[in-house]
Every structure is written in C-alpha cells, then in structure tokens.
C-alpha cells in the first residue's frame, strides 16, 4: 500500500518527498525524571550559540538550518545541555510550539551518555507544563531516532505521514 502511495505522489508532484512516522508521548504523565551525567547541565540556548546550532542542525535538516528559523525555535525554548559552556547538544519544538518536538542533535564526542534520552524527556516535560501533547515526527528510515523514543517509552503511531518539498 505504501509503495503505491508513494508512486502515484511520485507521479502527480515532482516535488521530493520525506516519509514519516509520528511519535506519540505517553498520555497521563506528569512530568519525566531527567538525570544527566556529572559535569552536564541544561539552559536554553540563545543567539551566543546560533553557529554551533546551525552547523549541527544542518547535517540532519540543511532546508531548516537558518538563522530565521532557529531564532523561532530560541524564542520558543530550544534547551540545550551544556558541558560547562560548551554546547553538547540540544533539543526543541517546531513551528512556534505547537508540539511537535524535534532538532534533537548531540555532537559526536558527546553521544552515547544519555543526554538525547535526557533532551527528550526534557522537552516533553517542557511541552507538559505548557499543556501540550508531546509528539514528533521521525524519518521512517532513522532507527536511532526510533529506538530513542522507544526507549524513553514513546508510542511510536501506526500510520505514516508524508512531507512534500518545493
């Protein structure tokens, strides 16, 4: 059934097409316990660090990283978690907060210690506290993204959505 979807889009737009599945947060909880390693804090991240956002953002979402857009994302709450002053990664919301989390992005010499479960958790808490349902949107084709959200105990949907681009 996808295949034929994705052909006949194929033949109708000439535009390129991203095919995605969309994460649902667990419903009812509170708030997550977030733990970060020793020497790790969270802040939110502003203009003072907008090169370092935008070249990490660029290698997943080149269309998304521009300066225009990742001042919205600042200006919504982009948390970042910070080994002292360096920026070791970070995480927000889409399109002015409607919920849709996502430009999780942690350098290479800080992954695998837990900060992408615990940028997460940190963002579905902020989402909470704003009464927003939690949810995202990950390339079907992305397994470590799919396994992050499987492991911070995300409901992963079962029907995909599909982006088309100019």
């Not at 994460?23 to 909880?29: A, E």
């Amino acid at each position: 059934m996808m295949n034929t979807v994705i052909k006949l889009f194929s033949n109708v737009f000439t535009l390129p097409m991203k095919i995605v599945v969309t994460i649902v947060s667990i419903l009812g909880i509170s708030v997550f316990f977030v733990d970060l390693p020793a020497g790790f804090h969270f802040t939110f991240v502003d203009e003072r660090y907008m090169e370092d956002v935008i070249a990490l953002y660029r290698k997943e979402m080149p269309e998304l990283a521009n300066v225009a857009y990742m001042r919205k994302a600042m200006d919504y709450g982009l948390i970042g978690v910070f080994h002292g002053d360096e920026l070791a990664g970070f995480m927000g919301v889409h399109e002015g907060g409607s919920g849709s989390m996502g430009m999780l992005e942690v350098k290479d010499c800080y992954k695998r210690k837990g900060l992408g479960s615990a940028l997460e958790k940190a963002v579905i808490n902020m989402q909470l506290e704003r009464g927003k349902i939690p949810y995202g949107e990950i390339f079907i084709d992305n397994t470590a993204s799919l396994k992050l959200q499987e492991h911070v105990g995300l409901t992963i949907g079962d029907r995909l959505t599909y982006w088309f681009y100019k």
